[in-house]
Nanobody, 125 residues
Framework: QVQLAESGGGSVQAGGSLSLSCKAS????????MAWFRQRPGKEREGVAATAGLRGSAYYASSVRGRFTISRDNARNMVYLSMKDLKPEDTATYYC??????????????????WGQGTQVTVSS
């Protein structure tokens, strides 16, 4: 199974920016979605952004659209999440995931079989 490892994250004030990176241990495959999820305290894990290797299509949760950007480097087996205009409600543990093969499952945690260990993002007001 492919191993995923996140890096980045940290603490920032509201309105600030952070970037996350995720490295896969092997080629994910261009027809497989890579995604970012987050889990806030006391909440279920939610899909934030996803991208397929083909055509670079990207999909976002409505709560982050326009503020977060997902990108993917297939040659390096990397996926990134650029976050700007961060809000306190963005505070969460962020997870990299891979495995979904259909657009309608890209932001569904049940459709991804590989997960990173998570990285903390804290946004203070």
């Amino acid at each position: 199974q492919v191993q995923l490892a996140e890096s980045g994250g940290g603490s920032v004030q509201a309105g600030g920016s952070l970037s996350l990176s995720c490295k896969a241990s092997a080629d994910i495959g261009r027809n497989v979605y890579m995604a970012w999820f987050r889990q806030r305290p006391g909440k279920e894990r939610e899909g934030v952004a996803a991208t397929a290797g083909l055509r670079g299509s990207a999909y976002y949760a409505s709560s982050v659209r326009g503020r977060f950007t997902i990108s993917r480097d297939n040659a390096r087996n990397m996926v990134y999440l650029s976050m700007k205009d961060l809000k306190p409600e963005d505070t969460a543990t962020y997870y990299c995931a891979a495995g979904a093969t259909a657009r309608n499952g890209a932001l569904d945690a049940r459709r991804h079989g590989s997960w990173g260990q998570g990285t903390q993002v804290t946004v203070s007001s």
